[in-house]
């Protein structure tokens, strides 16, 4: 199960890693249609350029066809087409021939990673620029150089997927995931891929709760979704993760929404110490992505973050480096389980209580083992351990903490303390 999944997520990183996606423009609508024959009810909407939301506005859209640069003797270099990260995002056309010393004032680099090409935007102040390795900058001689972008900024729209799985109440679990980077794998790609799957699978389960699951372009997206939907999303989400940078397999990492203590953090948390107890716990002060929109000031939603190796926090960050090398298929199927379990825990978890007086007697109802086998007194003592802590206040993720086992590992237990009459649910 896990080799296919795995796999199956690192296919999809595969097919879309080569497309230019920015905050704007056809390459993120062709990703959107390519995690569409995944998830056929995702809606796609289009925020036109100019729209007011909140503090900010939509910006024009930018779509790039081609960008290189030419030496003094005739050599192509930062080829767009070799890598589209070799252009500045959001790069205004040029084609013009430039001095050396001109130039060097549009090119980017990283003197401490030579051999890698960094990644960098600019959506709000009109530039144009190229990012290049320190290695190759180093060489440049003298002389002319013919700079070409062939690049549009008009005005047309910002484009996101949506997709609302009906549950049996209207309380909301949110997954939100940006996709606006161009070849670049674990920051972002693996987000999208791994909520892609998530979405398949809740698709096929029949689910308590409601999910609204968004793929948008990072800050601005965030931005003019909330500006759209935050009374109904004020309403109706219990919980909700920001998916991102879930694909390297090296760290687990979670961020907590600003509350710190909502359902959805106590159900990562719950998770991660069980599953990978080695986790990196970082502070709501070091946020960096949509969780900052969700958790920002009027908005506040309960919203935290559960990664691999956290955005800014791997050398490979916003470079060439972060591709296809640095995300594996264990990587994102270990991101994947992580958050599916927390799924699991936020869809289980309800409040119960013992309707017995006094320890019951499990015999006579069959839930004694007859035969006394090495964890029999495990099972037992789980049986009373739920028993005595349902006392129609705590919850089950509160019960599963402090009888320390996994609540996805409870079902069983729960259901025949219910089928039993010796427990029942307080609320639904
Ligand atoms: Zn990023």
């Not at 996606?21 to 995690?35: E, W």
């Not at 002389?143 to 005005?155: Q, R």
């Not at 600003?258 to 716990?281: C, I, S, W």
């Amino acid at each position: 199960m896990m080799n296919k999944l795995g796999d199956e997520m690192y296919a999809l990183c595969r097919e879309l890693f080569p497309i230019c996606r920015s905050i704007t423009g056809d390459d993120f609508r062709q990703s959107l249609a390519i995690l569409k024959t995944h998830i056929p009810n995702m809606k796609v909407f289009e925020v036109p350029s100019g729209t007011k939301c909140f503090d900010w506005e939509v910006p024009r859209e930018w779509n790039i066809r081609n960008a290189y640069i030419i030496d003094p003797d005739g050599n192509k270099f930062c080829d767009f087409k070799k890598s589209n990260i070799h252009v500045v995002g959001y790069s205004i056309p040029v084609k013009n021939t430039v001095s050396l010393d001109e130039l060097q004032e549009h090119l980017y680099s990283l003197p401490e990673q030579p051999e890698a090409i960094p990644y960098i935007t600019s959506y709000y102040k009109e530039r144009w620029g190229f990012c290049i390795t320190h290695r190759n900058r180093a060489r440049l001689k003298q002389g002319e150089y013919k700079v070409v972008i062939d690049s549009e900024l008009k005005e047309g729209s910002l484009t996101y997927g949506e997709l609302i799985i009906p549950g049996q109440t209207s309380q909301e679990v949110f997954l939100s995931t940006y996709f606006c980077h161009p070849s670049m794998a674990n920051d972002n790609l693996s987000g999208p891929v791994v909520t892609t799957f998530l979405a398949k699978w809740l698709s096929y389960r029949k689910n308590r709760f409601t999910y609204r699951i968004i793929f948008i372009p990072e800050t601005i997206g965030s931005i003019a979704y909330l500006s759209k939907n935050l009374s109904e999303m004020k309403r109706n989400i219990i919980a909700g993760f920001n998916v991102s940078c879930i694909g390297d397999d090296r760290s687990y990492s979670y961020l907590p929404s600003r509350q710190g203590n909502t359902l959805a953090d106590r159900a990562a948390l719950h998770v991660l110490k069980h599953m990978h107890p080695e986790y990196t716990a970082y502070s709501f002060l070091e946020r960096g992505s949509d969780e900052r929109q969700y958790c920002s000031p009027g908005v506040d939603l309960p919203v935290c973050s559960v990664m691999r190796t956290k955005y800014g926090c791997y050398p490979e960050y916003h470079t060439s480096l972060d591709n296809l090398n640095l995300v594996t298929p264990a990587g994102l199927y270990g991101g994947y389980e992580v958050l599916r379990r927390s799924i699991e825990c936020i869809e289980l978890n309800k409040t119960l209580r013992a309707t017995v007086s006094c320890e019951p007697q499990l015999g006579k109802r069959g839930l004694y083992p007859t035969i006394s086998m090495k964890n029999s007194y495990v099972q037992v003592w789980d049986m009373m351990n739920l028993l005595a802590y349902s006392d129609g206040s705590y919850d089950l993720l509160k019960v599963a903490e402090i009888i320390d086992t996994p609540l996805w590992e409870m079902s069983e237990t729960i259901n025949n303390l219910k089928s039993e009459g010796l427990l029942e649910i307080v609320n639904k």
